[in-house]
């Protein structure tokens, strides 16, 4: 069984600074894909960055990056210079072999970027 | 732009009666779909795999018989929430797999009353 752990429910961070969301997974699968999703308060879950298991470079996406250590099994998504729009709720997933597209989500943490 | 597109945003309907979600993929054709649901404040929680042309997955303890699942096309799947109670009331959303990654549609929010 998989599972995914956020521990940080709610997360402040100045507009233009830097934060680090916290992921932490359990998998015994050695092939495996995790995401990260934003949702606003909308409900809609936006696609924000993607790492498989054996890609050897971590994953960016303009100011969104993926700090991937695969001994510690943690996937920290770090997005640089916060902007307001950023305020929403964060959710890690990870995809196992044989799932097809079936994501196991962590609880979320709600990032909240302050003037 | 949205690449699964989910209808209705909102939807209220009365206790007994039936609604129906539709997910559908843009432009790529997804042989199988997911239906999370999402309490408020919580994490997503899939309730079923929608597969073309079979039978829906659904996880244990979600009832295959009031969250009927129909996945009749290679673009479109379909969940129907029968004889809604009030505790129906949630957030659902589909998700699909392109070929990079797996998108989400927008969501319906359901409230029964």
């Known amino acids: 069984a998989q599972k995914i752990t956020q521990t940080q429910p709610g997360m402040f961070v100045q507009e233009k600074e830097a934060v680090t969301l916290d992921c932490t997974y359990d998998?015994?699968?050695?092939?495996?894909?995790l995401f990260w999703y934003k949702q606003p308060s909308s409900g809609e879950m936006i696609f924000l960055i993607y790492q498989g298991s054996y890609d050897e470079q971590n994953a960016t996406e303009g100011r969104y990056s993926l700090n991937f250590q695969k001994a510690r099994k943690s996937a920290n998504l770090v997005i640089s210079a916060s902007q307001l729009g950023d305020s929403a709720m964060y959710f890690c997933a990870m995809r196992a072999t044989g799932t097809a597209s079936k994501l196991t989500f962590g609880t979320g943490t709600r990032l909240q970027v302050t003037l | 732009g949205a690449v699964v597109s989910q209808h209705p945003s909102r939807v209220i309907c009365k206790s007994g009666t039936s609604v129906k979600i539709e997910c559908r993929s843009l432009?790529?054709?997804?042989?199988?779909m997911f239906w999370y649901r999402q309490f408020p404040k919580q994490s997503l929680m899939l309730m079923a795999t929608s597969n073309e042309g079979s039978k829906a997955t659904y996880e244990q303890g979600v009832e295959k018989d009031k969250f009927l699942i129909n996945h009749a096309s290679l673009t479109l799947s379909t969940l129907t929430v029968t004889s809604a109670h009030p505790e129906d009331s949630s957030f659902y959303i589909c998700s699909a797999r392109t070929v990079n990654t797996i998108y989400f549609g927008e969501g319906s929010w359901l409230t029964v009353v």
């Open positions: 432009d790529f054709q997804a042989t199988t």
């Open positions: 998998t015994s699968d050695q092939s495996y894909g």
